[in-house]
């Protein structure tokens, strides 16, 4: 299986930082890497497809990048609506894989 | 809208059974592959199994093969998942989701829908 790992685990930022979050796959994924944010309490909510394609509705200052085995989440300039878990997705091979998280808290 | 409503969920006892249903609307049903995605308690999240549109292939993860049997109506817009020799580990919020193609586990496939989840609790 591939093993998806997300960094940091947790990070503290102010409304208006520009964050970013790593995704590493254990083997070359070519671009077959999906985003998604949870909000505590609530599903999942599909951000990203592809590596960079941005899902409709979500708001531009989220960009995906990379490609192979290294992957990045960007939020140009945080909102107090972004505070969440995030995670990365593999579908490149079955089983399907998530990364473990990375929970975006207010500083 | 598409809306995903999952029920079925509750405690039972280690060895117990249970099934899950989710109620699809909002989209036409049988042309996209549906899956279970579930979240143990303060975890991340697990892909169990996904179904093509048709119902005729189904894919599941090592942990549930041979106790797990995920099936749908497609004149019922309702996917199931039946859960058998249930253990602790299984403990979970289970997600209903909405793939966005019909054909199962093709690369580049994303949940674009999810449901909101129902609990399971594996405990005696």
């Known amino acids: 299986d591939i093993q998806m790992t997300q960094s940091p685990s947790s990070l503290s930022a102010s409304v208006g930082d520009r964050v970013t979050i790593t995704c590493r796959a254990s083997?070359?994924?070519?671009?077959?890497l999906n985003w998604y944010q949870q909000k505590p309490g609530k599903a999942p909510k599909f951000l990203i497809s592809a590596a960079s394609n941005l899902q409709s509705g979500v708001p531009s200052r989220f960009s995906g990048s990379g490609s192979g085995t290294d992957f990045a989440l960007t939020i140009s300039s945080l909102q107090p609506e972004d505070f969440a878990t995030y995670y990365c997705?593999?579908?490149?091979?079955?089983?399907?894989?998530f990364g473990q998280g990375t929970k975006v808290e207010i500083k | 809208e598409v809306q995903l409503v999952e029920s079925g969920g509750g405690l039972v006892q280690p060895g117990g059974s249970l099934r899950l249903s989710c109620a699809a609307s909002?989209?036409?049903?049988?042309?996209?592959?549906m899956s279970w995605v579930r979240q143990a308690p303060g975890k991340g999240l697990e892909w169990v199994s996904t179904i093509s549109g048709s119902g005729g292939s189904t894919y599941y993860v090592d942990a549930v093969k041979g106790r797990f049997t995920i099936s749908r109506d497609n004149s019922k817009n309702t996917v199931y998942v039946q859960m058998n020799s249930l253990r602790a580990e299984d403990t979970a919020i289970y997600y209903c989701?909405?793939?966005?193609?019909?054909?199962?586990?093709?690369?580049?496939?994303?949940?674009?829908?999810w449901g909101q989840g129902t609990l399971v609790t594996v405990s005696s």
């Open positions: 909002g989209f036409t049903f049988s042309n996209y592959a």
């Open positions: 997705q593999q579908s490149y091979s079955s089983p399907w894989t």
């Open positions: 083997q070359s994924i070519s671009n077959y």
């Open positions: 989701a909405k793939e966005n193609n019909w054909s199962p586990m093709v690369r580049g496939s994303y949940v674009d829908f």
